[in-house]
């Protein structure tokens, strides 16, 4: 059951970039990096609440849950009953 992070497009709403949230948020720009191309395992609060507040949205802007027998471990499977 992953967990997405939908960072990158909060960020292009927001048009703000890596180099910019990373100094913002007070993060490496390493770790944002991480954060935004899914390969993080975990996140501290207090990071996610400096993110939101610097993006003004809430956790659930950015992070997404995805059921187990939606997601192949690199995309999001379709149902196959919604057409």
Same mark, same amino acid.
């Given at each position: 059951?992953?967990?997405?992070?939908?960072?990158?497009?909060?960020?292009?709403?927001?048009?703000?970039?890596? !180099? $910019? #949230?990373?100094?913002?948020? %007070?993060?490496? =720009?390493?770790?944002?990096?991480?954060? +935004?191309?899914?390969?993080?395992?975990?996140?501290?609060?207090?990071?996610?609440c400096?993110?939101? !507040? $610097? #993006?003004?949205?809430?956790? %659930?802007?950015? =992070?997404?849950?995805i059921?187990?027998? +939606?997601?192949?471990?690199?995309?999001?499977?379709?149902?196959?009953?919604?057409?």
């Amino acid at each position: 059951m992953p967990i997405i992070v939908n960072l990158d497009v909060m960020m292009a709403k927001r048009k703000v970039g890596v !180099s $910019e #949230l990373a100094s913002r948020v %007070g993060i490496t =720009l390493s770790n944002l990096s991480i954060l +935004k191309n899914n390969r993080a395992k975990a996140i501290r609060f207090s990071t996610l609440c400096a993110i939101c !507040s $610097e #993006l003004d949205c809430q956790p %659930g802007d950015i =992070l997404e849950f995805i059921p187990d027998e +939606k997601y192949d471990g690199e995309i999001i499977l379709e149902d196959e009953d919604e057409d």
